[in-house]
């Protein structure tokens, strides 16, 4: 039963496309984000959600919105994909009102514009 | 402006040996820092963890410890495993940041 699930696990796309990634979770957590890595394999925060509520924009260019219909899920939409929007995007969820406590993440979709 | 730092991007420990990860951050209002570990085309998995308030956190053949003053943390695996063979990524956060910061990792191989 996964904890945090994202699709697609692989998406290869044309630059200029608009494409989504959905993320869920069934852990109950109040908070999912949006991480990203690039080709030097750092782990970038790109967006927080709590509570369907927007706290953190890492100065991700605004051809990406997050969007959370509800608690459980945070989608994200990236508008005229770029060659260098390629990456691999990870979702992941904590719950932020509990203190000390760790983030769970997906598998990560790999995303080649080409 | 990199605030958590793996500055070993790999290591090599023989099987059976001990593991030393190490990690450096700069932000003094980080309280709680996490380990994480991750293999190729998955997600990265919560392995240990340690609060401020700790200098050592243990969980089977995984220790954390944690220097405050030197704003320094490491991750000891004892006895290591060829299934510990992984990058580890070094993490922080503090109460009201609402995220976790990543460092760059460090790509462990177990050579038997």
């Known amino acids: 039963d996964t904890a945090v699930s994202q699709t697609p696990k692989y998406l290869v796309t044309q630059m200029g496309n608009d494409k989504s990634i959905k993320c869920e979770q069934n852990l109950g957590h109040d908070t999912m984000y949006w991480y990203k890595q690039d080709s030097k394999k750092f782990l970038k925060i790109m967006f927080s959600?709590?509570?369907?509520?927007?706290?953190i924009n890492e100065t991700v260019p605004n051809r990406f919105s997050p969007k959370s219909p509800d608690k459980a899920h945070l989608n994200l939409h990236i508008n005229s994909l770029e060659l260098g929007d390629s990456a691999v995007y990870f979702c992941?969820?904590?719950?932020?009102?509990?203190?000390?406590?760790?983030?769970?993440f997906g598998q990560g979709t790999r995303l080649t514009v080409v | 402006d990199q605030q958590v730092k793996q500055n070993s991007p790999s290591l090599s420990v023989q099987e059976g040996r001990i593991s030393i990860l190490n990690c450096d951050y700069t932000?003094?209002?980080?309280?709680?820092f996490l380990w994480y570990k991750k293999y190729p085309a998955e997600g990265p998995t919560f392995l240990i963890s340690?609060?401020?308030?700790?200098d050592k956190n243990e969980d089977g053949r995984f220790t954390v410890f944690l220097n405050k003053s030197a704003k320094h943390l490491s991750l000891h695996i004892v006895p290591s495993q060829p299934g510990d063979s992984a990058v580890y990524f070094c993490?922080?956060?503090?109460?009201?940041?609402?995220?976790?910061?990543f460092g760059s990792g460090t790509r462990l191989s177990i050579r038997p």
């Open positions: 932000n003094s209002m980080f309280d709680y």
């Open positions: 959600y709590n509570n369907k509520e927007l706290i």
């Open positions: 993490a922080a956060s503090y109460d009201s940041a609402s995220k976790i910061i």
């Open positions: 340690i609060s401020s308030i700790k």
């Open positions: 992941a969820s904590s719950q932020v009102r509990r203190r000390y406590t760790e983030a769970f």
